[in-house]
């Protein structure tokens, strides 16, 4: 039988360490066997859920209300063609939420790409159908490609870098800092209003604040850990 | 009545008609037969109510959390599965009320008698305690493990409590031991199998013991949550500590308490020590003791007949030793711990389960459950400490059995849960932990270790 130098307490003949305080076990009159352990080693989990299908699931269980609008639209026709906003808004929540998890594998920059430019065509589509006062080349177009941008170099170096968790957080801050202030500043030129400056100048200062607490937390092991506790990450 | 149309309705008065007969003919015809033509006995109900404590169980399973808790017997001969199974097949029909699956009624859920034969038994896996499907397992609601000289039971904790379970655990173990060869009579948790159920094993004991007072004893003062690095989703940590029964019993005794009262007190020091290291505020530790009420009202039942009481400590009031915090909990148990208490508080469990909320759908009382089980159940203690007890066995059986483990399964919002049993004169007191640390278990069992109780230790991690 082996005991715990640290904690006195006797261990089980299987042990190789103590695991209350993580001290190994070295017992020199007796040597090492393989004993079984009391627990086995297998890990019970949950089946993994079938992402394609689900994905496949809800486009379907998506696509009946849609032909039922255009259909209702179609046979009952009113003032406007109001059926197309729904499409519309349903296809745009498609390429968002549920084509991702029907392909395969695919490149994160794709998927931003992707993204991009379903958020402009649906903005376009919106554009073309009441105003026209060229805001859509001015701002929408900037904007968009820019916060692209950022998602894109943010993600290729977390995946090239693989860096930990306060990291991640700090860039996405400063990643939301920099868009707010090219937002601000954009809407700024395009409606003239101090306002916009303004609350993009606050949204900036605040995502940097926040982003350079993480940091502090990344380079200060005690606040990391007590927020790992406080928190329950 | 000119708005009702009165053809619909007298539609839906005679499709329901139809309904209630054919249910009730099939019933009837049922009962009436003779129970070896395939009739109902009386004590094998077609199905059962949930008692009053597990009614608030199913609804907040999730797929991620269940309320159960495990059962093992450390034997001295490597278990055969083949025998086992033969052994959960024969014990099986003396616990009609475990023979159950669940079903969603349109107010509760009921527990009906299982189509299938008997649950499988297992392989023992690393992470007890694993979440509950009611469709898996033969949808029966606990599982059987084994592992060289370990059987294990895992419960559900609406099916039963800690005395129910363990009492199937010695039965089922008795039995086992009856197809190796030996001979086991009956007798302490070893039940019976030729004989049929009581009616009183089976009853929902909650409704005879109602008090004229309803009186909750829950408080809303904040308290302490130890919190530390989560583990892995779905897996667990354990570590029993076993020791000589009697070194704690005396131990026990110096102080003026009982094992309970003073392992749940060092438990508390535990806390309270913790709390001081990890933060600077002074919340109340609180220390949740389920206790049986089949002593004081002279029940047997097999089904839930368990309430908790909360015992705290305030440390804003000043620094305590440890000698101070076993006498504050002797004193605070004892004097909440009488039957005038227990049936002022089973009044306000059973008031929840009356009147309007009757009538209230299942959902939305699944949702006012959850939301009440997230506000004051856990949330107004820190750590769940329960004691089953010392198990009696037959004399014979005690040659080839050696200890018993029960435990818990992790809390929901605290993750660690306290268990303990006594038998053979060993003593387990197993932790079950969601962190990755290990300090409240490391202080505990060192803290024994010091007051000269000999302590050995074996875990999952």
Redesign the interface.
Same mark, same amino acid.
């Given at each position: 039988m082996s005991y715990?130098v640290h904690?006195?307490?006797?261990?089980?003949d299987s042990?190789a360490r103590?695991?209350?305080?993580n001290t190994p076990v070295c017992n020199p009159n007796k040597p090492p066997q393989d004993l079984?352990?009391?627990?086995?080693?297998?890990?019970?989990?949950?089946p993994q859920v079938r992402r394609r299908f689900t994905a496949f699931l809800l486009s379907m269980i998506l696509l009946l209300p849609n032909i039922v609008c255009l259909l209702t639209n179609l046979f009952l026709p009113g003032d406007i063609f109001w059926a197309k906003y729904v499409n519309i808004t349903s296809l745009f929540v498609w390429i968002l939420f549920l084509f991702p998890f029907l392909l395969k594998k695919i490149p994160a920059f794709v998927l931003v790409l992707i993204d991009s430019l379903s958020v402009l065509g649906y903005v376009f589509f919106f554009y073309m159908d009441f105003e026209q006062s060229g805001w859509f080349l001015r701002v929408a177009v900037p904007t968009v490609a820019v916060l692209a941008l950022s998602a894109g170099f943010t993600i290729e170096w977390c995946q090239r870098k693989k860096p930990d968790w306060p990291y991640i957080v700090f860039a996405v801050f400063l990643e939301v800092s920099v868009f707010s202030v090219f937002a601000g500043v954009s809407l700024y030129y395009q409606l003239s209003s101090v306002y916009a400056l303004l609350i993009g100048s606050i949204a900036a200062v605040s995502a940097l604040m926040t982003a350079f607490f993480f940091l502090a937390v990344k380079h200060n092991r005690h606040l990391r850990a007590w927020l790992?506790?406080?928190f329950?990450? | 009545m000119k708005f009702v149309n009165k053809k619909a309705l007298l539609y839906c008065v005679v499709y329901y008609g139809i309904i209630a007969t054919v249910k009730t003919c099939y019933y009837v015809s049922g009962v009436l037969r003779h129970p070896e033509q395939g009739g109902i006995m009386p004590q094998n109900r077609f199905w059962f109510k949930l008692d009053n404590a597990g009614k608030v169980f199913p609804g907040q399973n999730t797929?991620r959390w269940s309320n159960i808790f495990r059962s093992t017997m450390i034997m001295k001969e490597k278990v055969d599965p083949t025998l086992l199974a033969q052994a959960v097949e024969d014990v099986l029909p003396r616990f009609p009320c475990f023979d159950v699956c669940i079903k969603k009624g349109f107010f509760w859920f009921y527990l009906e008698k299982n189509p299938n034969a008997a649950p499988p038994v297992q392989?023992? +896996?690393?992470?007890?305690c694993?979440?509950v499907r009611f469709n898996e397992n033969k949808r029966f609601l606990f599982r059987v493990f084994y592992?060289?000289n370990?059987v294990s039971v895992e419960f559900f904790h609406a099916l039963t409590d800690g005395y129910g379970a363990t009492t199937f655990l010695c039965t089922l173990c008795a039995q086992y031991l009856r197809l190796c060869g030996h001979d086991i009579s009956v007798g302490g948790n070893v039940l019976d199998i030729t004989q049929p159920a009581t009616k009183e094993e089976l009853s929902d004991p909650f409704r005879d013991c109602e008090g004229k007072t309803a009186r909750s004893m829950r408080s809303t003062r904040k308290v302490y949550h130890y919190?530390?690095?989560?583990l892995p989703a779905?897996?667990v940590g354990? +570590?029993?500590?076993v020791m000589p029964m009697d070194v704690v019993h005396k131990k026990a005794k110096e102080y003026g308490a009982t094992v309970t009262e003073f392992l749940a007190a060092v438990l508390m020091w535990c806390f309270y020590i913790q709390q001081n290291k990890?933060t600077r505020r002074r919340d109340d530790v609180s220390v949740q003791i389920p206790v049986s009420l089949r002593k004081p009202f002279q029940r047997e039942s097999l089904r839930n007949f368990t309430l908790t009481y909360s015992i705290r400590l305030d440390p804003s009031l000043g620094d305590y030793t440890l000698e101070e915090i076993i006498r504050h909990f002797i004193l605070s148990l004892r004097l909440v711990n009488n039957t005038k208490n227990l049936k002022a508080m089973v009044a306000a469990n059973l008031k929840l389960e009356k009147g309007l909320m009757r009538f209230i759908p299942l959902a939305i009382k699944n949702f006012a459950v959850g939301l009440s089980f997230r506000l004051t159940g856990e949330h107004s203690t820190s750590v769940l400490f329960t004691n089953v007890g010392l198990i009696h066995l037959p004399e014979e059986m005690y040659e080839h059995v050696q200890w018993l483990n029960f435990f818990a399964g992790p809390g929901k919002i605290n993750g660690l849960r306290c268990g303990c049993a006594g038998m053979n004169g060993k003593l387990a007191v197993s932790f079950t932990d969601i962190c990755r640390e290990?300090e409240i278990?490391?202080r505990f069992?060192?803290t024994l270790?010091?007051m000269g109780i000999?302590?050995?230790?074996?875990?999952?991690?």
């Amino acid at each position: 039988m082996s005991y715990c130098v640290h904690c006195g307490v006797e261990l089980d003949d299987s042990a190789a360490r103590c695991v209350l305080c993580n001290t190994p076990v070295c017992n020199p009159n007796k040597p090492p066997q393989d004993l079984p352990t009391p627990y086995s080693e297998k890990v019970l989990l949950p089946p993994q859920v079938r992402r394609r299908f689900t994905a496949f699931l809800l486009s379907m269980i998506l696509l009946l209300p849609n032909i039922v609008c255009l259909l209702t639209n179609l046979f009952l026709p009113g003032d406007i063609f109001w059926a197309k906003y729904v499409n519309i808004t349903s296809l745009f929540v498609w390429i968002l939420f549920l084509f991702p998890f029907l392909l395969k594998k695919i490149p994160a920059f794709v998927l931003v790409l992707i993204d991009s430019l379903s958020v402009l065509g649906y903005v376009f589509f919106f554009y073309m159908d009441f105003e026209q006062s060229g805001w859509f080349l001015r701002v929408a177009v900037p904007t968009v490609a820019v916060l692209a941008l950022s998602a894109g170099f943010t993600i290729e170096w977390c995946q090239r870098k693989k860096p930990d968790w306060p990291y991640i957080v700090f860039a996405v801050f400063l990643e939301v800092s920099v868009f707010s202030v090219f937002a601000g500043v954009s809407l700024y030129y395009q409606l003239s209003s101090v306002y916009a400056l303004l609350i993009g100048s606050i949204a900036a200062v605040s995502a940097l604040m926040t982003a350079f607490f993480f940091l502090a937390v990344k380079h200060n092991r005690h606040l990391r850990a007590w927020l790992s506790r406080r928190f329950f990450f | 009545m000119k708005f009702v149309n009165k053809k619909a309705l007298l539609y839906c008065v005679v499709y329901y008609g139809i309904i209630a007969t054919v249910k009730t003919c099939y019933y009837v015809s049922g009962v009436l037969r003779h129970p070896e033509q395939g009739g109902i006995m009386p004590q094998n109900r077609f199905w059962f109510k949930l008692d009053n404590a597990g009614k608030v169980f199913p609804g907040q399973n999730t797929s991620r959390w269940s309320n159960i808790f495990r059962s093992t017997m450390i034997m001295k001969e490597k278990v055969d599965p083949t025998l086992l199974a033969q052994a959960v097949e024969d014990v099986l029909p003396r616990f009609p009320c475990f023979d159950v699956c669940i079903k969603k009624g349109f107010f509760w859920f009921y527990l009906e008698k299982n189509p299938n034969a008997a649950p499988p038994v297992q392989p023992d +896996i690393n992470n007890p305690c694993y979440r509950v499907r009611f469709n898996e397992n033969k949808r029966f609601l606990f599982r059987v493990f084994y592992r060289e000289n370990r059987v294990s039971v895992e419960f559900f904790h609406a099916l039963t409590d800690g005395y129910g379970a363990t009492t199937f655990l010695c039965t089922l173990c008795a039995q086992y031991l009856r197809l190796c060869g030996h001979d086991i009579s009956v007798g302490g948790n070893v039940l019976d199998i030729t004989q049929p159920a009581t009616k009183e094993e089976l009853s929902d004991p909650f409704r005879d013991c109602e008090g004229k007072t309803a009186r909750s004893m829950r408080s809303t003062r904040k308290v302490y949550h130890y919190r530390g690095t989560p583990l892995p989703a779905h897996t667990v940590g354990i +570590i029993t500590g076993v020791m000589p029964m009697d070194v704690v019993h005396k131990k026990a005794k110096e102080y003026g308490a009982t094992v309970t009262e003073f392992l749940a007190a060092v438990l508390m020091w535990c806390f309270y020590i913790q709390q001081n290291k990890d933060t600077r505020r002074r919340d109340d530790v609180s220390v949740q003791i389920p206790v049986s009420l089949r002593k004081p009202f002279q029940r047997e039942s097999l089904r839930n007949f368990t309430l908790t009481y909360s015992i705290r400590l305030d440390p804003s009031l000043g620094d305590y030793t440890l000698e101070e915090i076993i006498r504050h909990f002797i004193l605070s148990l004892r004097l909440v711990n009488n039957t005038k208490n227990l049936k002022a508080m089973v009044a306000a469990n059973l008031k929840l389960e009356k009147g309007l909320m009757r009538f209230i759908p299942l959902a939305i009382k699944n949702f006012a459950v959850g939301l009440s089980f997230r506000l004051t159940g856990e949330h107004s203690t820190s750590v769940l400490f329960t004691n089953v007890g010392l198990i009696h066995l037959p004399e014979e059986m005690y040659e080839h059995v050696q200890w018993l483990n029960f435990f818990a399964g992790p809390g929901k919002i605290n993750g660690l849960r306290c268990g303990c049993a006594g038998m053979n004169g060993k003593l387990a007191v197993s932790f079950t932990d969601i962190c990755r640390e290990t300090e409240i278990e490391q202080r505990f069992f060192t803290t024994l270790v010091k007051m000269g109780i000999p302590v050995k230790i074996e875990s999952n991690r």
